[in-house]
């Protein structure tokens, strides 16, 4: 059996129930067979894919909050600090009810190819909770973000590990979270980011996830001899990563004509009102329901079980934005026979495996997660040294590095592909191109 198999099914028996991050490996794995091929026999002495795929720390612990009728409530937390090759943990927390250790693992384990893609010097971590704050008030998101963190100050600081938002945790989230950090450890330092702007938060990271993916989409198009300019775009999601994907596309001459939640998608033939979504989903917190209430261009769609959903519109570019695996096999179909040219990932691990090979195999050509939402986290990075240096730089600053980054990750994981005989295969360029620079510095640094 070849060292890959081996490791894949070690992975399998040693993390039993943690499909998501099973997946997660099978991909990456999958895509280095040519890379490790080539060095079988020194990475299996140095045991350098066991040590890849066993997080460096797992902490999990018990998070207490009391509840508005007084009830006291008992969440999960998690951080799982994956690797640290080359440098602190970075990575968001997540609270939704669907976490659990193997979500965590999956999405740490996507993180440490990512930071390593944006060139800038983060290691891969994530973190986050079963803790559902949707219907909480927001004394109860306080309350349960300060308990999070009284235990997660611990394991964290601003050279160790560095959370930010996810699914789920926001601004509101963050600031509840800084100020308890800051209370407990008598630190003020840049232990998170996607801070407020009063409190060291950069320009342009609320923005960075979704431009940053219309950076990378409009950097593809061009290598292939298009643009943004005109091109019908389908969006799912309503959250972070959505809006600001929709707005950028919109800002290069798109047309995007859906969003969605988790109870239904939107169809607007005249294009989303960016404006109306914001005060749909960032200030009223509501259903998107709402959103077709108020505009009579809009069709709302309540979501069924086995339904396509927003990926049975017909388009030239598909961006999903909400969550992992809601991009299936029919799916990808559909896609495919409506003539959709162009599927970048804005959420993690969007699409299963199978479609992503129906997708490759049709010839749409296909940006992983790990490469196209990179852009969040490497404006975290930027964060980190505006708060290192103790200094803020503007939005356009921001902005031009972002966009500069994204060219950059195209650039690369495009010349990876090529170089390891998969051209146009953008999955293998990111695995293979992220790869390479945390394994010379796990080699580096000895067996650790
Ligand atoms: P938000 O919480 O802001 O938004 C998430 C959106 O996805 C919401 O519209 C939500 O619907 C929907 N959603 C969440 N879970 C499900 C589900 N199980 N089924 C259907 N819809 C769902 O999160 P973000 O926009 O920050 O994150 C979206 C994706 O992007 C995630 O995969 C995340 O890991 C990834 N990502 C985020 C980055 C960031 O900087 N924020 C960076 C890189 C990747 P509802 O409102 O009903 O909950
Ligand atoms: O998945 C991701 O890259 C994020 N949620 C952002 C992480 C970060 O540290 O900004």
């Known amino acids: 059996m070849s060292y890959v198999d081996e490791v894949y099914e070690r992975v399998v028996a040693q993390n039993p129930a943690q499909p998501e991050f099973h997946q997660a490996v099978k991909e990456v794995l999958e895509s280095l067979r040519v890379v490790i091929e080539a060095n079988e026999e020194e990475y299996k002495r140095e045991a350098l894919l066991e040590r890849l795929t066993t997080p460096e720390r797992i902490i999990m612990f018990r998070v207490p909050w009391v509840d508005d009728k007084g009830q006291v409530q008992v969440q999960n937390g998690y951080r799982v ?18 976490v ?10 996507e993180q440490i190819f990512k930071n390593s893609l944006t060139g800038l010097p983060i290691g891969g971590g994530k973190g986050g909770s079963d803790f559902d704050p949707k219907g909480k ?20 600081g601003a050279d160790t590990d560095v959370p930010a938002g996810d699914i789920g945790v926001g601004g509101r989230e963050i600031g509840y979270m800084y100020g308890q ?16 702007l009063t409190y060291g938060g950069s320009l342009a990271r609320t923005e960075a996830t979704g431009y940053g993916l219309v950076y990378i989409t409009d950097a593809l198009l061009r290598d292939h001899g298009m643009s ?5 775009v389908v969006v799912s999601g309503a959250g972070n990563v959505a809006t600001y994907a929709i707005q950028k596309a919109q800002q290069l ?3 995007v004509v859906s969003c969605s939640d988790s109870t239904g998608w939107i169809y607007d033939k005249d294009g989303i009102d960016v404006a109306l979504l914001k005060e749909i989903k960032e200030v009223k917190r509501a259903r998107l329901s709402e959103y077709a209430a108020a505009r009579s261009s809009a069709e709302y769609h309540e979501k069924k079980n086995g339904e396509h959903g927003v990926w049975n519109i017909k388009c030239d570019i598909a961006l999903p934005c909400a969550t992992q695996n809601e991009l299936n096999l029919e799916d990808a179909k559909a896609l495919v026979a409506n003539g959709c040219k162009v599927v970048c990932e804005g959420a993690n691990m969007p699409t299963t495996m199978d479609a992503t090979e129906y997708l490759q195999k049709n010839g749409i050509l296909f940006i992983c997660g790990k490469a196209s939402n990179a852009g969040g986290v490497a404006t975290s990075a930027l964060e980190m040294s505006q708060n290192s240096e103790r200094l803020s730089w503007t939005f356009e600053e921001v902005d031009a590095k972002l966009k500069g980054i994204m060219e950059n990750i195209y650039k690369n994981i495009s010349e990876a592909a090529k170089k390891y005989g998969v051209e146009g295969n953008y999955v293998a360029g990111a695995n293979i191109a992220g790869f390479q620079k945390v394994a010379e510095a796990m080699k580096a640094q000895g067996i650790v």
């Not at 950090?181 to 407020?196: F, H, M, P, Q, S």
């Open 81 to 98: 600090q994956f690797n640290s090759a080359i440098g602190p943990y970075k990575g968001g927390l997540r609270f939704h009810p669907s």
């Open 228 to 232: 943004m300019e005109g091109k019908t």
């Open 181 to 196: 950090y800051k209370r407990i450890r008598n630190l003020y330092e840049g232990v998170l980011t996607g801070k407020g």
């Open 137 to 156: 008030s927001d004394r109860e998101i306080m309350a349960f973000c300060q308990s999070f963190m009284t235990e997660l100050c611990k394991h964290i």
């Open 100 to 109: 659990n250790l193997g979500i965590i693992k999956f999405l740490g384990f």
């Open 253 to 255: 001459g798109a047309k």
